[in-house]
Every structure is written in C-alpha cells, then in structure tokens.
C-alpha cells in the first residue's frame, strides 16, 4: 500500500471536505427543487472512500455501490462538474442527465454505479469480479452495500458462489446503523454484520468507519488477498450519516442526542485535529482550503447550471441498444 504520510492527511482533509459540503450544496440545490427525485446524501461517511481508493490500485480496480453514490465516484477520479450536471438533469452528466442521482456511472473510471434496487449491486459486483477472473486482469471489485442491503437473499447467494471460485471480490457494508428507518438490531438476530460472511468461512473484519487510515489498511489487506486468488474479503465499515436515509427522512427512529454524540466522532474533524496537533498545517491553512473547497463546489454548480438538459430523442439513444426501435413513431413527436 502506498506509504500513508502527514501530504496523506492534508489531501483526505481537503477530499473529505470537498465532497461535505458537495453534499450539502446538493441538499441546498434538492429544496430549490432544482435536483428532483430522490437525494441521499454522504455526510458522515466520507472516511469510506478516502480510506479505499488509498488502498485500490485505480487503474484497474472497480466499485459498484447502492444509490447513495455521489461522492465515490468523485474519489475515484470522475469530474465533479460532471456529477453535479446529473444530479441537475443535464446533458454534461455522466448519464447525460437520464441517470440521476441513484444511477451515477463512469466506465472510463470503473465505476459501475449508483444502483436503485436494494442489494441488486451485490451479485452484480461478484458478475464483475468473475469477469475480471476469466480474462485474468488482476484486478478487483469493490462491492458496497448498506446494512439494510445485508437482509437481501442474493448476498447469501452471491456469498456461497464467491468462496466456491475465488473471486477478486471486497464485499463492504457500509454500516451506518440503520436500513432508511429500521435500525440493525430491529432487523437482524446478528447484530455483529460481519459474521455473516464467517459463516461462508470468507475473512470478515469490523472496521472503524470514522478513520480512514484504518479504514486504508482493511482495505489492502482484503485487495492483496483477491487480487492473489484467494478469494473474497467481507468488511464491515462501521460508520454514521449525519443526514437522514433521503431528503423526505423526518428522522422519528433516531434522536438528536445521538446524532449529536456520532458528530463528536466526525471524521473531517478528527483529521483536522490530528493535522493541526503534528504541525503539519497551521488552522489558517486549513481554513484557507475550505475556502478553496468551497469555491470548487460553486465552480460544479455553475458548469451544472449552464448547461442544457439533454434531448427527448437521448433517452432512446442510451437506453436501448437497438437503434431501430419499432414503436419510435409513436412515441417521439414527428
């Protein structure tokens, strides 16, 4: 794994920053309702991708995520600009503003999304890594999913079938308590996630979500492991969202108190915590970068908001594969 150093710490701190108040610009955007549709934002969660792509070689390695999907792709290299203008409906989007928010994809940057339908990522991803297997690429699929995700009969499905053949797979849950309303210990006789995967004798750890240095060394070890034909890794990132599950969570299966105790856990703050005790940067540095970060998100808004919405006639150029649609007639107007 590349060596972590303090230059390490001062990019998560800026990262993480970035993609925060990315996210709260979204939810600004969402009560102008000039993003529609759904919205499930990342704020609390940012440790996640910063402590994965540390570890991913991302020249080759994959993510495949549920649909709160903005900022990993954003981590792995895709333009935010570019995500912004989907969030908007726009044509400059990575889905040309067809996708939207839960169906953010690059497959220049290996991310294969951004999927709406609960745990329908998770065989998906093994279907990648069994790919990457075959043609023998070395490569590996990260494949995330939420707590609630873990209930679904295809995880066990997928599970079996990745020990059977030894896919290049990470399974991680991204534990954040509760499944939209519905908390772990309502919804499951194991409340510890991550022996569900030792009952399939696949290596699963719990991992400190809130830290991305260990978070980055969970990660290399269960890459390095699949990425040598060992098989599948299962982590259980143990995290918290400072946000409701979606703009429309009124947020009644939790209280105040707690969201309050989890803030004094942010991880954006531990980081600048960490940096300003080393000597690594001074507050005033630190502070000039959130300025800077800032001025970047306003950037992604304007390139958002300048830009056209895509064609009736798109629609039909992304979604179907055949060209020669026999009901086009009647659907477009002549």
Known sequence: MKEITPKTYIKWFKDM??????????????LKQKIRGFLHLYNGQEAIPAGLTHAMDL????????YRCHILPISMGVDPKKVMAELLGKKTGTSHGIGGSMHIFSKEHRFYGGHGIVGGQIPLGAGIAFADKY????????????????????????FNMAMIWKLPVVFICENNKYAMGTSVKRSSNVEDIYKIGESYGMPSYPVDGMDPEKIAQAAYVALERARKGKGATFLDIKTYRYRGHSMSDSEFYRSKEEVHLYKKKDPIIKLKNIIIQNKWKTIENLNAIENEVKEEVESCVDFAENSDFPSLEKMYDIVYHEKNYPFLDQVLPS
């Open 135 to 158: 043609f023998n690429r070395k490569a590996v699929t990260l494949t995330i999913m939420g707590d609630g995700a873990v209930r679904q009969g295809s995880l066990h499905e997928t």
């Open 17 to 30: 920053s970035f993609w925060r108040k990315f996210e709260d610009k979204c939810r600004s955007l969402y």
């Open 59 to 66: 020249s080759k390695d994959k993510i495949i995520t549920a």
